[in-house]
């Protein structure tokens, strides 16, 4: 695998470390680089088989419909919720501002 | 009224609505999706994205779903629930489950009151997020100083309809956001409270140069609360956009706020940067995949749609579009149809529900009586003054014999010798008016009618009056 030609630069893992909120070092952004090359050699591999005809599949089983009938359950009490946050406010959960900290 | 001149300019505007669907629970678990109670009382593992948490769907989501799918025409197909990915804190998953590449429902139309058929894109279904409260700033997002997240709503059932770019100006889109609301609360999908956020809007609008067939580059606006702020929110960005071409500026894509305060509309995001959800089929769920049969089951059970009961009010009592839409807008239509089937004059009919039945309890109103009281209107017991009396007294009540009702105020014909003595006293008294009357000046026509009126009391019948003086002119 890894003789073949990397496919992944360093610029596109960082922005997929963006994407993910992940800091990640220049080590790492170079190991990961590669492991995602090999990924998507493998999808190629895949990708060279003859599927014509068929059928994508999301899992091994077809499963369709799992639904539950629309009955309300218990809640969470919001103490022990809260309790558990690293901030909390007046029954609710307190955040760093949402937008406008990042230039 | 935007600034935007509608000779050169064209607006395109393009709208997702999203409606809260009328669950009791949420779309992928059995916490209550109930609007409003206090803050984080409606959570429960999965509201909160704690591991080990699994979604499981809600059957009567998928079938209000398909009620709203059929309602505008849509095809229901296979769906797949998708993963879209991003970071925001009224949402702690980390993503949103919605559905992509093969949503529920697909294709269809919706027809306004005015005849425009606007094209549906999809319908498909997703869960909400919960609410954010930004603290300092005067509660504006960009400059709080925290935020407060309460998580009641997040994971209620939501349908999100994608129109077609097919509307072109506020008052277009105001209609379709109406009409659609009107279809969503008939087919029991949506209570499509507009001020509880029940039924959102988000606007994409681009302009282009009239005659022009290819599209602007388009803004999506978020943050319209009313059908009033849609209207002012796209008057504002179109007048924008074409002041940023005609400076020789382009349009970037972006999301934009807008500010019901100031009436602008302000850059959220920009497009490039944020919008990369990597979506991915959800591996915790299952496709959809509906029986045909139950569809069929389904559509069979739809109400009358707005559209419809527009139409056959038009066909059965020759309204007019504009008369069709208000009295059906009023849940009139019934009323009128069952006076009708009384044999009532269906022109009297339809003007009185437009213009006399505004009053909601009107909709209670027995039929019978209706159809009684235009019966004395047309055979000239009551004039229309004294219909309009009569008739608010038989909505108040609900019912009752609008011949006693008439009889109380001291309503009857006018003998009409009486009136023809006056007609012939005022002729005699006003020679002047009476030689314009017999020229034909529009201008004295209401004179003597309204000095008959005035001598009877509103008693005299109008028309009787005018066909009076008519005979009279020779």
């Excluded at chain 2, 999706?33 to 998928?62: K, M, Y």
């Excluded at chain 2, 909505?395 to 309503?411: T, W």
């Excluded at chain 2, 009476?434 to 009877?456: C, H, L, N, S």
């Amino acid at each position: 695998m890894s003789d073949r030609p990397e496919r992944i630069s360093a610029e596109e893992v960082d922005a997929v470390a963006r994407l993910a909120m992940l800091a990640l070092t220049e080590d790492q952004v170079e190991r990961f680089a590669h492991q995602l090359a090999d990924v998507l050699d493998h999808a190629a591999d895949i990708e060279a088989l003859d599927l014509d005809g068929v059928e994508p599949m999301a899992r091994p089983v077809r499963v369709v419909n799992v639904l539950r009938p629309d009955e309300p359950g218990p809640a969470l009490d919001r103490d022990e919720v809260l309790g558990q946050a690293p901030a909390a406010e007046d029954g609710q959960f307190r955040v760093p501002p949402v937008l406008g900290g990042a230039p | 009224m935007s600034g935007v001149d509608p000779e050169r300019w064209e607006v395109v505007i393009g709208l997702e609505v999203h409606a809260e669907l009328s669950t009791r629970t949420k779309l992928f678990s059995s916490a209550t999706a109930e609007f409003g109670g206090e803050p984080n009382t409606h959570i429960d593992p999965l509201t909160l994205g704690l591991p080990g948490s699994l979604p499981v769907l809600n059957a009567r989501a998928v079938e209000l779903a398909v009620r709203v799918g059929l309602a505008l025409g849509c095809t229901v197909q296979r769906s797949v629930f998708a993963r879209k990915n991003y970071f925001y804190p009224d949402q702690p998953k980390n993503y949103q489950i919605s559905q992509y590449d093969l949503p529920i429902n697909v294709d269809g139309s919706l027809e306004l009151p005015s005849g425009q058929v606007v094209g549906i894109e999809r319908a498909h279904l997703e869960e909400d997020t919960g609410k954010s409260t930004h603290i300092g700033g005067g509660g504006r997002i960009h400059e709080a100083r925290h935020s407060l997240v309460d998580l009641n709503r997040a994971g209620v059932p939501l349908l999100e309809i994608v129109g077609r770019p097919d509307l072109r100006s506020a008052d277009e889109a105001r209609a379709y956001v109406a009409e659609l609301r009107a279809v969503l609360v008939a087919v029991g999908a949506s209570d499509g409270k507009m001020e509880e956020g029940s039924l959102r809007v988000d606007c994409n609008v681009s302009v282009r140069p009239r005659g022009s067939a290819e599209l602007g580059t388009r803004c999506e606006i978020k943050n319209i609360n009313s059908l009033r702020s849609l209207g002012r929110a796209i008057d504002a960005e179109a007048a924008r956009q074409v002041a940023l071409v005609e400076a020789g500026e382009r349009v970037v894509q972006e999301t934009r706020h807008w500010d019901e305060d100031d009436g602008r509309t302000h850059t959220l995001r920009s497009k490039e940067e944020a919008d990369d959800y990597r979506y991915f089929p959800d591996p915790d769920l299952v496709e959809v995949d509906c029986d045909p049969v139950w569809v069929e089951e389904v559509r069979a059970s739809l109400p009358l749609l707005p559209a419809a009961r527009r139409a056959r009010l038009v066909e059965r009592s020759g309204a007019s579009r504009p008369h069709a839409a208000i009295v059906c807008e009023r849940n009139l239509d019934d009323l009128c149809l069952a006076a009708l089937d009384a044999g009532a004059d269906p022109e009297r009919v339809v003007n009185h529900a437009v213009h006399n039945l505004a009053d909601e309890r009107a909709v209670g109103l027995d039929p019978a009586a209706f159809a009684a009281l235009v019966a004395m209107e047309v055979d000239g017991t009551l004039t229309a003054t004294q219909a309009k009396t009569v008739l608010a007294e038989l909505v108040a009540a609900g019912g009752g014999d609008p011949a006693e009702l008439a009889a109380a105020h001291g309503f009857e014909a006018m003998d009409t010798s009486e009136l023809e003595g006056l007609v012939d006293g005022l002729i005699a008294e006003h020679p002047e008016e009476w030689q314009r009357y017999v020229e034909g000046d529009p201008r004295i026509a209401g004179f003597f009618v309204g000095r008959v009126m005035k001598a009877t009391q509103g008693k005299a019948d109008g028309r009787v009056v005018t066909a009076l003086l008519d005979a009279r002119r020779g």
